[in-house]
């Protein structure tokens, strides 16, 4: 029996003797299948081919994703406190080095990830450092390896640790969740935002879609809860992502004038009346 996971998305799946038919992630409008096809490949195998490697942000914040990168291409993010850590987001591959470098630095209080594209391997992360997954409810269907470790949360926010704070944004899934870590940025607050709220490539931006890779937006009301669910907290920093998704500072006024760009857009009123 094997735990196989999805190449495209990197979801896994319950083990089973054989792969299974078809990735329900990946057949959704918000993922696809590729060209060549659905495949699956084993823990095993994922682990002989890629390796994870590691990237500190700034103190507390260190960057985990595998290189050569696979399915997504996402980087999860160890938040370091006193309190204990918290694993953001989640990738495919859980090595050796990985349990032996996270147990280190004081192993895993707990596992929180923003969206389903996200969960991939959740459940081995959860078993190797004996923590609870925390995923919103109203995204609790994509789950595809269901697991006693998995507690769903309700609601708008969920306070996980001391300066640790779940945020519900909504949008590109209707659970789609942030972390806002108070501690982060020097004491003047971080926000961990996924593709919940992403971080463009010039790094000056955000932009905000119900699908990325299908090119589907999102309605001017689901990117205005988006900004008024982190309203109320104060942060100076946005992690996406990958790894070179970081507006290191000012990215309050980053996430203001990126809403104010987008609705202009959907609006028709981007470029003036006149173009
Ligand atoms: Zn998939």
Redesign the pocket.
Known sequence: MTAFI?T????QYPPSDASPAH?I??EEER?YVPATGQSWITPERLAARHANTFRQHEPGLIGIGSVPTFGIGQRAILVVTPAGNVLWDCISLLDDATIAVIKGLGGLKAIAISHPHFYTAMVDWSRAFDCPIHLHAADRQWVMRPDKAIAFWDGDTFALLPGVTLIRGGGHFPGGTMLHWAQGANDRGALLSADIATVTPDRKFLSFMRSYPNLIPLSAREVEGIAASVAPFQFDAIYGHFFDRVIATGAEEVLAKSVKRYLAAIAGTARGPTE
């Open positions: 999805c495209t998305c990197g979801t990735c992630i990946c993922q």
